[in-house]
C-alpha cells in the first residue's frame, strides 16, 4: 500500500518561472491537504481540497499560489512568477474518514 | 484563529532519560490533537494521537497527555534513544476545521 507520493522531490526554477507540484494521495484517501515549510521553521497550512472541491484556502497567498485535485489524477499545487520567498519545502497530506494527516515526502523548491 | 505554542524549542537529554515537551492551544473547540517527528530532510512521520474526549494515551515508550481546562498536552518521551534525536511537532485542529496548526517544533537531541 504506496504512501503519498508527491513529484517532482526537488525543483529549481528562475525568478519569474512557474512551478507545479504534484500529489497522489494514499489509496482510498479523498482528503489532501498542502503546507509549507520554510528552513528552520514549522509547517503552515496552505489549503485543503477534496475531489474537485477546495474546501479551506485560508492559508493560501492570495496572488500566484493555486491549487486543485481534479476528479482524475493528482493534486497539483501551482506557484506562477515566483520569487526567491517561494523556497521551501511544499507538503501534502493526506487523510480518509478520520482526521489523521500522513504526510508526503515533499517538494523542495529552490527560486534562483 | 487557532494558535499552537511549543516548548522548549531544543531539548537536550542522556541516553535513557525521559523527554518532556509541552504544547498550549488558544481554541477551546480544538479536538484533536497529532505529535510529529521529522529527521532531517525528511517527511513529517506521525508518533502519537490523542482526541479531546481523552485525558492520556500511551504507546510503548511514548505517551500523550491532554488537559482540556487548561488547554494544553505533553509529549513524554520515556528510556530515551539515540535515534529518537529529531525535530518534534505537536499540532491542534481548530473546531470545525481539518486543518493542522503546527507549534514551532523542539529540536530533541539525545546524548550517548
Known amino acids: 500500500n504506496a504512501g503519498v507520493m508527491q513529484n517532482p522531490r526537488h525543483l529549481v526554477r528562475r525568478r519569474g518561472q512557474e512551478a507545479r507540484l504534484r500529489c497522489s494521495p494514499m489509496?482510498?484517501?479523498?482528503?489532501v491537504y498542502w503546507y509549507r515549510q520554510l528552513p528552520e521553521e514549522g509547517l503552515k497550512f496552505m489549503v485543503y481540497?477534496?475531489?474537485?472541491?477546495?474546501?479551506?484556502e485560508s492559508g493560501m497567498p492570495k496572488e500566484r499560489f493555486s491549487a486543485e485535485f481534479p476528479k482524475e489524477g493528482p493534486s497539483i499545487l501551482r506557484i506562477q512568477q515566483v520569487v526567491r520567498g517561494d523556497s521551501a519545502a511544499y507538503f501534502c497530506?493526506?487523510?480518509?474518514?478520520?482526521?489523521?494527516?500522513?504526510f508526503g515526502p515533499g517538494t523542495r523548491l529552490l527560486v534562483l | 484563529g487557532e494558535n499552537v505554542e511549543q516548548h522548549p524549542s531544543t531539548l537536550s537529554v542522556q541516553e535513557g532519560d525521559s523527554a518532556v515537551i509541552k504544547c498550549t492551544y488558544s481554541?477551546?473547540?480544538?479536538?484533536?490533537f497529532p505529535w510529529y517527528k521529522q529527521e532531517l530532510g525528511k517527511r513529517p512521520q506521525l508518533i502519537i494521537d490523542?482526541?479531546?474526549?481523552?485525558g492520556e494515551k500511551k504507546d510503548q515508550r511514548i505517551a500523550v497527555t491532554l488537559n482540556k481546562t487548561a488547554k494544553h498536552f505533553s509529549l513524554h518521551i520515556t528510556e530515551t534513544q539515540p535515534e529518537d534525536s529529531a525535530v518534534y511537532f505537536c499540532?491542534?485542529?481548530?473546531?470545525?476545521?481539518?486543518?493542522?496548526?503546527f507549534g514551532q517544533g523542539t529540536r530533541l537531541t539525545i546524548n550517548p
Open positions: 497530506a493526506s487523510s480518509g474518514s478520520e482526521e489523521t494527516q500522513y
Open positions: 490523542i482526541r479531546s474526549n481523552v
Open positions: 481540497l477534496q475531489k474537485e472541491n477546495i474546501i479551506d
Open positions: 481554541d477551546s473547540a480544538s479536538n484533536y
Open positions: 489509496k482510498g484517501h479523498s482528503h
Open positions: 499540532a491542534a485542529t481548530p473546531g470545525g476545521a481539518q486543518k493542522l496548526v
